[in-house]
């Protein structure tokens, strides 16, 4: 199989502190992973695409001071959102492709982040 | 940028029927995939089905088929004998087939109702 965990799936934290989102490929090697955004019945925003042992790579919009992302090993990114407001809650995705050239992405089952 | 259109917010179906969710797409690459995911409420995606635009044969996986047609750019899925497990939102997605281009375009999603 092809799992992707997140960790946590639920948090909650007071504005201006930072929250760290793990998203880990369980039994496979990641080259690429995926960070989206996702608003109540809405679709998925990719926000950016995160390479191991490179800098992300972020879509036009999508602040990098902000949302800091790590892809430290082919098995872990991190996404880091800084001095978090009200207006960063919602819902984060990531997900992650065998290889490169891979057709199929595998999703994690996502983090709500609530910003009080 | 590629853009993936769902024009239908909401669809519904009775339990045992047929209904087919409509997708459109906009590129001009000759080779690509498309996809059909689905986001039950516990917000996991999953992949229902895909196809590789080099193939002339529709994709069918069980009770999910699809109707590509490559030169309209439109995608569609059928869901035959409709279960309550299939109400969800459903997500088409395109991704290109060039070595760089691994980032997936979704579509604004249709939302299924299954009625008992």
């Known amino acids: 199989g092809a799992v992707v965990s997140q960790h946590p799936s639920r948090v909650i934290c007071k504005s201006g502190t930072s929250v760290k989102i793990e998203c880990r490929s369980l039994?496979?090697?990641?080259?690429?992973m995926f960070w989206y955004r996702q608003f109540p019945k809405k679709s998925l925003m990719l926000m950016a695409t995160?390479?191991?042992?490179?800098?992300?790579?972020?879509e036009q919009g999508v602040e990098k001071d902000k949302f800091l992302i790590n892809h430290a090993s082919l098995t872990l990114s991190t996404l880091t959102v800084t001095s978090a407001h009200p207006e960063d809650s919602s819902f984060y995705i990531c997900?992650?492709?065998?290889?490169?050239?891979?057709?199929?992405?595998?999703f994690g089952p996502g983090t709500r982040l609530t910003v009080l | 940028a590629q853009t993936v259109t769902q024009s239908q917010p909401e669809m519904s179906v009775q339990e045992a029927e047929t209904v087919t969710l409509s997708c459109t797409y906009d590129t001009s690459e000759s080779d690509y995939y498309l996809f059909w995911y689905k986001q039950p409420p516990s917000r996991q995606m999953i992949l229902v089905i895909r196809q590789e635009a080099y193939k002339q044969q529709n994709a069918t996986e069980n009770r999910f088929s699809v109707n590509f047609q490559k030169a309209a750019k439109s995608f569609s899925l059928k869901i035959s004998d409709s279960q309550l497990g299939d109400a969800a939102m459903y997500f088409c997605?395109?991704?290109?087939?060039?070595?760089?281009?691994?980032?997936?375009?979704f579509g604004t999603g249709t939302s299924l109702t299954v009625i008992p």
């Open positions: 997900s992650a492709g065998k290889a490169v050239n891979t057709n199929e992405q595998f």
């Open positions: 997605a395109y991704r290109s087939a060039w070595e760089n281009g691994n980032q997936f375009y």
């Open positions: 039994d496979f090697q990641a080259t690429t």
């Open positions: 995160s390479n191991e042992g490179s800098k992300a790579t972020y």
